[in-house]
């Protein structure tokens, strides 16, 4: 424990707005939306994680104070645009961060916070131990599965190499399980095609490969960045549907990060929305969709025109820009674009809002009170969405 | 400019008449190998499609990754000449035409590209690149170029003092839009836009949707739009050509396609598209296409959906179905459609 402190305090001050205390208690109060699991830690946990990158131009904050938790077998759905942090994050989880070497030599993320997965704070970990928990407690989905893959080995090769170093198992087996995978994720002639290398497969056979390389060792965390944002909407379709049915087959917690609602609509149980670093909103999808409460989210909402409804009005964009991350403006980081920032007196120009309830599992950053904001959803924002 | 002479009096005859027209119209790339480079075969991209654009209408082309819609945007704007096949522009056939008769042409057939970031040098300043189809063409606008660049920049949005920014001090969104302000540049009256927001935010993306009506309203603009996100489409469209492989499978004004889809390929493309709403995740009814599109280069016989088509039976393996009218302003190529009320195509 005191590891953890001494590695925090070298870090970065943690908690200098935003406070840890409040963020923990909204949290807990997620945890209470289920009552039979309220003395259940969640299977992964994330709690006020800062990851900075020093830059030429100044600290990037890519990620600054970001908080949730998972249970095992959901799924969450991380939604934001470019530069929102949700890659960021993902690779926080896994580990993929480069760390200064030292405080001054070498640039690469800086990190704090805390990572539990299952109650074992990541964070604190050697990279050596962290390297141990990746592929077998979790794996991950990145977008483009030609660059993720080695060109010069074939597929098979580093389904293998997986799935060895994490099994003792001598390398038929390992192959029988490598032709296995193939075949479960749907593709056709396994034992053919798992000598093949990864330029003889489609985009769509591709990202099949890395979801079973993804998956050959059953790991209990997923995280899936943008899995199917390179491929066509038919493709699509089969990848979601793959994952789910891959979900359900071995449990796993799935993080599913992408910028399509559409997305996140089919597969996520929950939803955090985030803007600039940090979380703007985070509850159950039929909260989000339904009910959202954040101006960020109406905006999302409203941009997207709809395949399943003729066209009505026009969309209703959010005005300008996201900001950079190195000038994060103060306050609420989305107020410049806000229409509704000006009802709260300044407020939300200087202080930031912290994340509070606004029904049971369902919480908000945002300095709107009560009945502005129901307000605002029912009479401007629901009657054009 | 080699616009008719009697362009200012037009009829109504000619406003009804298409603006652009396409017959027959093919597009096969050679695939050479050996010593002799000879040609072993062709990538058959666009492989006979007809239809007609109607002034002042967004007409839009989905289609999954290599079906041909960005081949056709290319034969449409001529950066590709036909290997077959008719492209008639205000009645004038500009198929093969040269470089030379072409380039006044340019004026009028403008292009908006997807990626904002490799379409734009970035070693010229926005003003030079808004200004640029001004010098190319040797055409002083009124007021002179700068004035003319400021305003076009002000028209889509963008702050006219920021003439002398280079393209890297923009955002994806704004770099967009200068995009367009060149686009716009020589008042063109086609515009072929090819994926013009799927490189975008979502946020940004709603922006740049609503510039592009605002600006075909304020310019009597006709859109060819080519995109691969039926949401956008169903969004912008009047008219929506869908298509497969190289041919148009269907066509129909854009709310009776994505009100009832005739062609099992378009229902099968609509029931894959996620939707964002919650309510609805368990009842939709999602039709997966199994395998890949196959290749160009050898598709398969006939009707080219038929090897993952769930209705497909052995006329579609031996005969082409041609599209046609089935319903009025509803063009399908099917031997089976769905949503037909009539007997099945092949028995009338």
Known sequence: MQTVSNLRERRLPTGSEGGVGMTTSALRDLANRHPDRVDKQPFLEVVDLRVHFPTD????????????????????????????????????????????????????????????????????????????????????????????????????????????????????????????????VGIPEPSRRVDAYPHQFSGGMRQRAMIAMALSCDPDLLIADEPTTALDVTVQAQILDLIRDLQR??????????????????????????????????????????????????????????????????????????????????????????????RNGGLSEEVRPELVPVEPGHIVACHLSETDREQIWEHEIAPKL | MTAPADEPTTTTAEQDSDLINVEGLIKHFPIRAGLLRRQVGAVQAVDGIDFGVKRRETFSIVGESGCGKSTTARLLTRLLEPTSGKITFEGRDISHLKDGPMRPLRRDIQMIFQDPYSSLNPRHPVGKIVGAPFRIQGVTPPGGVKKAVQDLLAAVGLNPEHYNRYPHEFSGGQRQRIGIARTLALRPRLIVADEPVSALDVSIQAQVLNLLEDLQEEFDLTYVIIAHDLSVVRYVSDRVAVMYLGKIVELADAEMLYGAPMHPYTVALMSAVPVPDTRRREERERILLSGDVPSPISPPPACRFHTRCWKAQEICRTEEPPLVELLPRHHVACHFPENYPGEPAQER
């Not at chain 1, 990145?142 to 010069?152: E, G, K």
Request: charged residues 20%; hydrophobic residues 40%.
């Open chain 1, 57 to 184: 131009d100044g600290l990037v904050k890519s990620v600054d104070g970001l908080s949730f938790a998972l249970d095992r077998g959901k799924t969450l759905g991380i939604v934001g645009e470019s530069g929102s942090g949700k890659s960021v994050t993902s690779l926080a989880i896994m580990g993929l961060h480069t760390r200064p070497a030292s405080e001054q030599t070498r640039p690469g993320a800086q990190l704090s916070g805390e990572i539990y997965l299952e109650g074992d704070e990541l964070l604190a970990k050697t990279p050596e131990y962290v390297r141990g928990l990746r592929g077998k407690r979790m794996a991950m989905i990145f977008q483009d599965p030609l660059s993720a893959m080695n060109p010069y080995y074939t597929v098979g090769h580093q389904i293998i190499e997986a799935y060895q170093i994490h099994n003792p198992v001598n390398k038929k087996a390992a192959r029988k399980h490598a032709i296995d995978m193939l075949g479960r």
């Open chain 1, 249 to 342: 087959e071995f449990n796993s917690s799935v993080v599913l990060i992408t910028h399509d609602l559409g997305v996140v609509a089919e597969l996520a149980d929950d939803v955090l929305v985030m803007y600039a670093g940090r979380a703007m909103e985070y509850g159950s999808a039929d909260q989000l969709f339904n009910r959202p409460a954040h101006p960020y989210t109406w905006g999302l909402l409203g941009s997207m025109p709809r395949f399943d409804r003729a066209r009505s009005e026009r969309l209703l964009a959010i005005t300008g820009s996201p900001p950079s991350l190195i000038n994060v403006p103060p306050g609420c980081p989305f107020h410049p674009r806000c229409a509704y920032a000006a």
